[in-house]
T-cell receptor, first 114, second 111 residues
């Protein structure tokens, strides 16, 4: 099956700093990637759709200036949480779309802002 | 946005028993997918059922889809301790490729 990686798997940062999370499709090219956020014991909430070579499309209520998304190549999308605050602490998961129906999910990144 | 509702929220069964969970959704869909998530880990794709399909099997998994009722069920037969996880349904909208996830069902299989 297709493999999607995320880096880092865990990160702890101080309030006010920025954190970059990478999502890579390792064995296929993905023109579209998605970023989700998951709170403890809750479902995944779609944050944004990342399209290679163009601007990301953000879901309602997601601050685009706070969650910067860059999809510079067909195998890499990055999510940067700018000026992180404790309420940004969460589990961030990306997925990459291959073909018409298939989305493959990364293992997630646990962000803790102190 | 989240459109799936799952039922029950939690399920505890004995090894060897079957586990059934349900998912309801609100809008037209291209397909409905079921995923499994072990605690603190990423999602594993289990099965996809298209809007024109009514039932699908994969190993010990059986999924049904009733588009008239906008609902789906996932049945895990002969459960094992390793099936302990959270299970999410996700619908792909008819007009885009975005997935909307249900709230999830936490399944605990007791040995």
């Amino acid at each position: 099956g297709a493999v999607v990686s995320q880096h880092p798997s865990r990160v702890i940062c101080k309030s006010g700093t920025s954190v970059k999370i990478e999502c890579r499709s390792l064995d296929f090219q993905a023109t579209t990637m998605f970023w989700y956020r998951q709170f403890p014991k809750k479902s995944l909430m779609l944050m944004a759709t990342s399209n290679e070579g163009s601007k990301a499309t953000y879901e309602q209520g997601v601050e685009k200036d706070k969650f910067l998304i860059n999809h510079a190549s067909l195998t890499l999308s990055t999510l940067t949480v700018t000026s992180a605050h404790p309420e940004d602490s969460s589990f961030y998961i990306c997925s990459a779309r291959r073909g018409t129906y298939e989305q493959y999910f990364g293992p997630g990144t646990r962000l803790t802002v102190t | 946005s989240q459109q799936g509702e799952e039922d029950p929220q939690a399920l505890s069964i004995q090894e060897g028993e079957n586990a059934t969970m349900n998912c309801s959704y609100k809008t037209s869909i291209n397909n409905l997918q079921w995923y499994r998530q072990n605690s603190g880990r990423g999602l594993v794709h289990l099965i996809l059922i298209r809007s024109n399909e009514r039932e699908k099997h994969s190993g010990r998994l059986r999924v049904t889809l009733d588009t008239s009722k906008k609902s789906s069920s996932l049945l895990i037969t002969a459960s094992r301790a390793a099936d302990t996880a959270s299970y999410f349904c996700a619908t792909e909208g008819a007009n885009d490729y975005k997935l909307s996830f249900g709230a999830g069902t936490t399944v605990t299989v007791r040995a």
